[in-house]
């Protein structure tokens, strides 16, 4: 079954305003990561964050997680039109090699 | 030079057909992937390779059969197509860091009528 959800679907916001997006996944894991997905190309890699870390930022990525709730969030900071795109969350449970992805948060930021 | 690349970007068939998507990676990676996305953009695993050893087979139908035939390259066949098929394929491959971070294609749609 699927291990990652993410909350919302889908995501309309203004340039310069924050978009946060949230993942729910069942079980334990080693890391979590964040990828984007523009319309019609491949997944790119965000950021990753470990299980024993809480948060970490990357230029204007935020990344939290909470392990006691399997939760994890997204915040972008100041979007841009360029933003718009599908955001995944995967999770690494330890399986060798085998992440696994959630079903996206489509974000669209209108200039 | 692209990292991971797919071909062919869009192969459009009818059913019954059998089709192949060729992957190949420049990045020195050992381990390769295949995923489906379906028209919901739900993405699942289907094959994994580690340097040509198959370690991953995510109770893919036996029609979709995965060739490595070196570790820079994973390719995939599938007899008797279905309409069920259609969806984007995508290869990935994995630096081996131990974080499981992947590197993916543009992908190949392919839409079986």
Not at chain 1, 32 to 50: A, D, E, P, T
Not at chain 2, 6 to 21: A, R
Not at chain 2, 91 to 104: E, I, K, P
Request: charged letters at 20%; glycine letters at 8%.
């Amino acid at each position: 079954s699927q291990q990652g959800e993410e909350d919302p679907q889908a995501l309309s916001i203004q340039e310069g305003e924050n978009a946060t997006m949230n993942c729910s996944y069942k079980t334990s894991i080693n890391n979590l990561q964040w990828y984007r997905q523009n319309s019609g190309r491949g997944l790119v890699h965000l950021i990753l964050i470990r299980s024993n870390e809480r948060e970490k930022h990357s230029g204007r990525l935020r990344v939290t997680l909470d392990t006691s709730k399997k939760s994890s969030s997204l915040l972008i900071t100041a979007s841009r039109a360029a933003d718009t795109a599908s955001y995944f969350c995967a999770t690494d449970g330890g399986g060798y090699n085998k992440l696994i992805f959630g079903a996206g948060t489509r974000l669209a930021v209108h200039p | 030079d692209t990292a991971v690349s797919q071909t062919p970007k869009y192969l459009v068939t009818q059913m019954g057909n059998d089709k192949s998507i060729k992957c190949e990676q420049n990045l020195g990676h050992d381990t390769m992937y295949w995923y489906k996305q379906d028209s919901k953009k739900f993405l699942k695993i289907m094959f994994s390779y580690n340097n040509k050893e198959l370690i991953i087979n995510e109770t893919v139908p036996n029609r979709f059969s995965p060739k490595s035939p070196d570790k820079a390259h994973l390719n995939l066949h599938i007899n008797s197509l279905e309409l069920g098929d259609s969806a984007v394929y995508f290869c990935a491959s994995d630096g081996g860091s131990g974080a499981n971070v992947l590197t993916f294609g543009a992908g190949s749609r392919l839409t079986v009528l």
